[in-house]
């Protein structure tokens, strides 16, 4: 079967600097990948390719076998994608109710959207009692939490998730990994971005190490958190390792 | 007399209101301060008072008016301020949309003339007398018509997708797209329905006053900048409230204290003060419409 | 003669005016879209101390210099607590109410506005327009040698870097708020040494001569010509100054050219006709090097 | 790529029309190829945002020069139009200014433009010893430059004190509102109206004063309502003026409205303040019920060329095209002897009205003329004429 989401050679560029160096990976149905590796060796970038805020500038995307490279953002959205950007970005002045409203956009029926939001209020019952706030009165981990849900109004195949982790309290964080794997349970296909490479190695299956913008290190999951090279190349070059 | 004056004052802020809501329509999403705006304001007025004068029919008026400036707005969007935008600092498309208001004030009198043209349109109303106060009849349409597209605009971003589409765009590009709303037709819709607004309230303006001439986007033009700012940019409610406060501070100046300073620079007079209280304006930018 | 001395002093005052503009927007990046309400305050400055206390040229320009820079220094202070939108339309505001104040308040001549200012003068000669335009060109050839100096110097480097990352200059342990004031105040002040020029030459001034479409003109001068480019903003000066001149052939289109010209230069070059990596400067030195260089990936 | 080269392709041809027009000599260089030509210089703002009244000046001194040219010209020898739009700014008019008596030679000039860039362009006259006249140009300072500097208009001092003197005698104002605009038109034609009623004991508020591009009067006039008063004096130019007597009307104010020169206008006020403007009185320099052929003649030549009513600016040009014609015939079509010819007219009937002469700094002395509307147009309501009112001020 082919994979839900392919990678091929991709590269980024912003103005002259290259931040992505030819990346290739493929996420097959029910997976949990995750991309680990330190503050500016790219990561975010290869999110934002796939999700169509950067253009690629060389490479291809394929989504659910349509080849995406150079169609708009949107059309990510209708091919089966949910996204959690980094930093969560809730529209802060829209209430929570719109935010995930947002999120359904390109659902045009509306029982789906009522069925999602349902969904949605049944994982995050304090979506529902702050229905009405606007998002910018929730806390950093409500907020995440709506990113989330926000993510999963569209009624995604696969997720993907940029630093879950960034600016929570450790508790917020323990919560935000658990709901990533149930939902990946639930048969959602997940992939997480992640500077906490041990937190996201526990609950990916696959995990790949990235450096100056190239894959440098792949394999399982259980695998990669013991390899010597991974622990070398991970901490001995990332000082700031919360 | 202090009742009438708020009258009048809260007719001057409808007018206003109606021409800030178009400019910060624009401004919420593209973050570009559209002097051209004051453009379709007058494009408006010139198309309605062509149509009317060959119909007599004041829908056809306001169809032209409003379709013609629409449709500019579109062109605007697709041809200048979004390949402009990709590339440059704030500065460029304000100096860009200067010069398309020049150009369109020129043609306006190259091919209209420079002489005022009337249009002459009877507005049903009488003046209405409540007590001691006296509501002549276009300060009557005037706040019945913006009432009424109040309502519809708040409706609009309320309570369509298309506004919630404005709104999520217009306070984060990046992840409206990401949730996947079309942001460029979201801008393309702010544009037109910006210009459409300008046109509107240039035709209701023209029927007001009786006047259509070429430089009648003059004083819009920079004056609205004053309000949309006041109101917090790209914050359509912060608009309107502004809208009423200059509006009012003007009505009750010159019925109290005279004429100290031209009107224009009570704005902005209020507008200095304020941001030095208040750097953010008087609510926030890109808000929730309501 | 007499006619090209008057438009040499007037296409002069407009390239001073652009230069001094450049200070603040294309150098340290801050919109001022309200040049002309410095041009005013100097001006009106300098004839309100000549006609109403008999100072000399000389003695007004200075202190229409350093009012104008007062004034400046206040908006560069306010433009620390501001965003940029907001600080562009807070800079309209102040030319208005500008504006608004010589009109109307009787002491700066209100609606009539102020006649008989003295021309300048050394000694017994009083300076005709020959030697007005001399003094504007010695003036603006001092001023262009003064921003390239500041412009080499630190000064310069911390107003880049202020224009193109505020939080990495203020990181570097480059002092913002300082130099932010410093261009205030230096373009302000050059501003009102234009002003005060203008006055004495025009020997008559009145509000209506400082309004916000001259502020227009000043900023299209510097975005056209290329901010942060000294010969970009001279050549903007030039090109628009002397366009109502050079347009008359075509009279009746005269707006519509001058509009045309900015909607087509912000779309094309974006950066300005010589600013930053400008597309026509690119091209220039493209001409040269296009041999050899091969298909550039755009 | 494409967009590139467009971009190139327009900078080039703004490069190409500099240099073509560097080379020309503009619009004013013409050849004095017969030898029998004299030109006359003229500006006016005729684009840019007094558009309106610019174009009525142009295309009445474009009239004025070919009926002179048409009627024989000056003793055969024609004149020559050389014309400058100054878009109404200082600066240009300082250039214009220059062009005309250094590049152009022109005899004499005449100034279609408002009190700014008459006054800019002045004094380069005066020092040049061409004579020029404003032809609507109001401000006191322009006649006061020398010479050989003509005003064509009333001193606004004359125009107020006209008009206080019909407030008080046809009228019967017993208490006056004045709405004024705050620019040099409004203030002179202010304290002429104040000075007078002084006189003549007439009961003035203190005056309104509005901006020029207000358009919204009904709070100011909400408040000289409650004030109470029976006239209201209004110096006021068309945009404003249609927009005040419209709210009046409105409002139901019971009050007489008095206005100037400033709204003599067809298509800029009438029009646009329509039924509304009925009753209206305003002091004047143009009668169009006047008998006089010179009168007549000028309304149906002007209709016929362009299409629409005349108006007082586009009188005021025409006349000081006649001005200077006649001033020629009798006195000769050099500089200094046009000079003398206008300082030594006499009683010389024109559109707007019989000129006595000029006084001894170069301003007019004419009748006021004092018209009503009726119908939606200008009729004969009186004429001033007391040496008392109409002998400008000489300090």
Known sequence: MAPLLEIQNLEVCYGKARVVKGVSLQVSRGDCLAIVGANGAGKTSILRAVMGLVPAAGG??????????????????????????????????????????AGAYRVA??????????????????????????????????????????????????????????????????????????????????????????????????GYLLENGKIILSGRATDLRGHPDFVGAYFGRNVQVK | MLLQQIVNGITIGSLYSLV?????????????????????????????????????????????????????????????????????????????????????????????????????????????????VIITGTQAVILLVSAFLFLLLWILLNKTKIGLAWQATAQDVETAMAMGINTRSVVAFAFILG????????????????????????????????????????????????????????????????????TDAIAFLALIILLLVRPQGLFASGGDAR | MNYWAVLATTVGIWVLLALSLNIITGEAGQPNIGHAAFFGI????????????????????????????????????????????????????????????????????????????????????????????????????????????????????????????????????IDVRRYKVLAFVIGTGLAGLAGSIYAHFMTFISAGDFGFNISVTILAMVVLGGRGSIPGVMLGGIVLGMAPEVFRFISDYRLLVFGSILVLVMRFFPSGLLGQGSRLQELLTGFIRREGAGARVR | ??????????????????????????????????????????????TGPEAADGTSAYNSAKLAVEQINAGGGINGAKLELVNYDDQLDTKQA?????????????????????SGPTRAAAPIFQQAKIPMISAYAVHPAIPRTGNYIFQQSFSGVVEGAAAAEVAKNELHAKNVAILAIDNDFGHTL???????????????????????????????????????????????????????????????????????????????????????????VIVTNLNRDSKEQVVKDFIKAYKEKYGHEPDMVGASTYDAFYVLAEAMRKSGVTPDKIRDGIANTKNFQAVTGKIEGYDKIGQVIKPVQVQQVKDGAFRYFGEITDPAIITPPVN
């Open chain 1, 60 to 101: 291809r995307i394929i989504l659910n076998g349509v080849d995406l490279t150079g169609r708009p953002a949107w059309e990510r959205v209708t091919g089966g994608a949910g996204y959690v950007p980094e930093g969560r970005r809730v529209f802060p002045a829209l209430s929570v109710e719109k935010n995930l409203l």
């Open chain 1, 109 to 206: 029926d509306q029982k789906k959207v009522h069925h999602s939001l349902a969904r949605v209020y049944e994982i995050f019952p304090r979506l529902q009692e702050r229905q009405r706030q606007p998002a910018s009165t929730l806390s950093g981990g409500e907020q995440q939490m709506l990113a989330i849900g926000r993510a999963l109004m569209a009624g995604p195949q696969l997720l993907i998730i940029d630093e879950v982790s960034m600016g929570l309290a450790p508790v917020v964080v323990n919560q935000a990994f658990q709901l990533i794997d149930r939902l990946h349970h639930e048969g959602l296909t997940v992939l997480l971005v992640e500077q906490n490479a041990r937190k996201a190695l526990q609950v990916a299956e696959w």
């Open chain 2, 20 to 132: 800030a809501l178009g400019l910060t329509m624009v401004y919420g999403i593209m973050r570009v301060l559209d002097i051209a705006n004051a453009g379709a304001y007058t494009l408006g007025a010139y198309l309605g008072v062509w149509a009317y004068t060959r119909t007599h029919s004041i829908i056809i008026a306001l169809l032209a008016g409003v379709g013609g400036a629409a449709i500019t707005g579109y062109l605007f969007q697709r041809a200048v301020y979004t390949p402009i935008k990709k590339v440059a600092d704030p500065i460029v498309p304000l100096v860009a949309s200067i010069g398309l208001f020049i150009v369109m004030e020129d043609l306006f009198r190259l091919i209209a003339g420079p002489y005022t043209i009337t249009f002459p349109v009877h507005l049903p109303l009488n003046r209405l007398t409540l007590g001691s």
């Open chain 2, 195 to 262: 210009y459409a607004f300008a046109a509107l309230a240039g035709i209701l303006v023209a029927i007001h006053y009786n006047a259509v001439f070429p430089t009648m986007g003059d004083i819009p033009s920079y004056k609205m900048l004053a309000i949309v700012v006041l109101g917090g940019l790209g914050n359509p409610l912060g608009a309107v409230v502004a809208s009423m406060v200059v509006g009012l501070a003007e009505a009750l100046v010159a019925g109290y204290i005279g004429s100290f300073l031209p």
């Open chain 3, 42 to 173: 100097g001006a009106y400055t300098s004839a309100i101390l000549n006609t109403k206390y008999g100072v000399d040229f000389w003695g007004a320009l200075i202190v229409a210099i350093a009012v104008s820079a007062l004034v400046g220094a206040v908006l560069g202070l306010i433009s620390m607590r501001l965003r940029n939108d907001f600080l562009a339309i807070t800079t309209i505001g102040l030319n208005f109410v500008t504006v608004a104040v010589f009109q109307t308040v009787h002491y700066f001549g209100g609606a009539m506005g102020i006649g008989g200012i003295q021309p300048p003068r050394i000694g017994g000669l009083a300076f005709g327009t020959l030697e007005i335009a001399g003094l504007i060109w010695v003036v603006v050839a001092l001023v262009v040698i003064l921003n390239r100096h500041l412009q080499k110097a630190w000064f310069g480097y911390a107003l880049r870097a202020i224009r193109d990352d505020e939080a990495a200059a203020a990181a570097m342990g």
């Open chain 4, 1 to 46: 790529m494409k967009t590139l080269k467009f971009g190139l392709l327009m900078i080039s041809l703004l490069v190409i029309a500099l240099l073509a027009s560097a080379c020309g000599n503009g619009a004013g260089n013409t050849q004095s190829g017969a030898a029998k030509t004299i030109k006359i210089g003229f500006f006016a703002p005729e």
């Open chain 4, 94 to 114: 300082v250039s214009i200014a220059q062009k005309l008596t250094t590049r152009d030679g022109v005899a004499a000039v005449v100034s279609g433009s408002y």
């Open chain 4, 190 to 280: 202010v304290q002429g109206f104040k000075q007078r009623a002084a006189q003549t004991g007439l009961k003035v508020q203190e005056p309104n004063w509005f901006h020029f591009g207000d358009t919204e009067f009904t709070p100011v006039l909400t408040k000289i309502k409650d004030n109470g008063a029976d006239v209201l004096f209004m110096p006021a130019y068309a945009a404003e003026g249609s927009q005040i007597i419209r709210r009046i009307h409105d409002m139901g104010l019971k009050i007489q409205p008095l206005g100037t020169e400033g709204l003599d206008s067809t298509t800029q006020f009438l029009e646009v303040a329509g039924k509304n403007a009925n009753g209206l």
